[in-house]
């Protein structure tokens, strides 16, 4: 689990999170950068897109997470369970009302899609983006295949992957591809 200590900011969880991604790597000095993130990553990815899409790259999306019609609840369940307790006992200021509220705001307030932007938003995106597709609850196929058919500058990779290790490692060459295909130039002195 991570180690946050920073304020939980209800009214914008995502955007926190992503200031947070940004703020990193403008201490590190890193303008232009590929990003790659699995399950909540996914949302994360078209987050930093939004805030900061001249910054990106590239994106590979591992697994990620969406919205599921048919478990629209998964995220809220999954983290007053399992995130929400242990941040309470290590942080008395924060409460579990508190982490209802933020939960509520980062994924029942935005139940649709990727949670992050829109479809149209997807749609007009230049970005190139590598989608590896899940088929669970929480990482649904059909919301990880929209994207990738929404997206202009998209590539998919095998499904299943996660099946068996020569698929695995199918998969990880093809991100390792991907990445090395739209590297950052490094600006020369």
């Known amino acids: 689990m991570g180690q946050s200590s920073g304020p939980l900011e209800i009214d914008r969880p ?3 999170y992503s200031d947070d991604q940004l703020g990193l790597m403008d201490h590190l000095g890193i303008e232009e950068f590929l990003v790659m993130g699995f399950c909540i990553g996914g949302p994360m990815i078209h987050n930093l897109l ?4 001249e ?3 590239a994106a590979a999306l591992m697994q990620p997470s969406g919205f599921n019609p048919e478990a629209p609840d998964v995220f ?3 983290n007053t369970s399992r995130w929400g307790p242990p941040l309470c006992e290590k942080r008395p200021e924060v409460t579990m009302d508190m982490v209802h509220d933020f939960l509520i705001s980062m994924y029942t307030d935005r139940a649709d899609f990727v949670f992050t932007v829109s479809r149209d938003f997807v749609r007009a995106l230049e970005t190139p983006l590598l989608i590896a597709p899940d088929n669970v609850p929480a990482h649904p196929y059909e919301c ?3 994207v990738a058919s ?3 500058n998209s590539e ?3 499904f299943p ?3 068996s290790q020569p698929h695995i490692d199918e998969v990880v060459s093809h991100a390792r591809r991907f990445l090395k295909t739209h590297e950052p130039v490094a600006a020369t002195a």
């Not at 939004?50 to 899409?53: S, V």
């Open 55 to 57: 910054r990106i790259v």
């Open 150 to 152: 929404l997206a202009p």
């Open 14 to 16: 995502w955007d926190a």
């Open 161 to 163: 992957w996660k099946d």
């Open 156 to 158: 998919v990779t095998i």
């Open 50 to 53: 939004r805030l900061a899409p």
């Open 144 to 146: 990880a295949m929209e």
């Open 76 to 78: 809220y369940q999954n």
